[in-house]
């Protein structure tokens, strides 16, 4: 079986767990410090907030940026829920704009059309390794005054015109194993604002700067110098991990193009695309549904995932809360995307085999 993703833990790993362990300060301690500071370089940012998963990122940065009851947050339907369910914890309304259908990213226009006077931040999603339209997106943020919030939970290391992912205004990552690197459960706001930093600081450990005095409702969800020391292995192989993906995604782009009704993934002008998914479309003039497609490759051993089938808006959950709009161009992507392994793991032989079989 040729798994969807794989985590890449090696000896570096195991040691530096194993010290954190024989050290006795297992919980946040300075590993953890250690890691906030290379993830920061490796950003390009002042500074980075270690939190204990993807969802927790969001979650504080949203609650450092004062957002709340009566506030509005505009982002992209076609996306993992954390991505707007962050929203729900902080008691403000996630407001849906819909994709772009070429990078499955949110459309800048169609932002401008959800701005109402309660808009107060923006979440867009880097989905599968492709920075967003951040140009456009902080262009349209400092004419209405709103905070971006870039879930970059799918693209450390992506760029845009040289620009890293997470460099932006705020950036949030996620390290779960799945991801392009990992640190078991685990997740980072990246910033520089300084003022802003102190805030995620508090919101992540009980509000308090000074342990036992509490400025602000806060919550426990600090990473574990365990998770870090993980995290600080892979961070010194994340441009490599990312390397192999992006040559993978180019064999599989050259050997996919004369299939006809399949539609491969691009990397805008400017873009590094990290390829933490590669995610083909199946369109009808393939000759098979996307169903088949999906058994026949798992039943030759190929793994696949589909990153979404269902848009956020059209989820039970988010029906119950009263959302009955359309995005047309995410509910219509959302019924044609494959997504293939490109993970480090990947070989050149499984690249092979995985297009001779599409091309059957
Ligand atoms: C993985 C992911 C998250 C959540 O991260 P967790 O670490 O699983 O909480 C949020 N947004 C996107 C786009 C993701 O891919």
Redesign the pocket.
Known sequence: MIPIAKPLIGEEEINGVMNVMRSGTIAEGPKVKEFEEEFAKYVGVEHAIAVN???AA?HVALLAKGIGKGDEVITTPF??I??SNSVLFTGAKPVFADIEENTFNIDPESIKNKITKNTKAIIP?DLYGHVADMKAIMDIAEDHDLAVIE?A??AHGATQNGKMAGSYDVGCF?F?PT?NMTTS?G?IITANDGKFAEKARMAKSHGSKVRYYHEMLGFNLRMTDIGAAIGLAQLKKIDVFNEKRMANAKLLNEKLKDVSGIIMPSAMPGCKHVFHQYTIRVTEEYGMSRDDVIKMLNDAGIGTGIYYPLPIHQQPFYKELGYDETHPVAEKISKEVISLPVHPSVTAEDIDFISERLKR
Request: hydrophobic share 25%; charged share 20%; with cysteine.
């Open positions: 998963s993807g969802t969001l996306t993992f954390a991505t999603v879930d939970c799918q996620s779960y991801k459960e997740g």
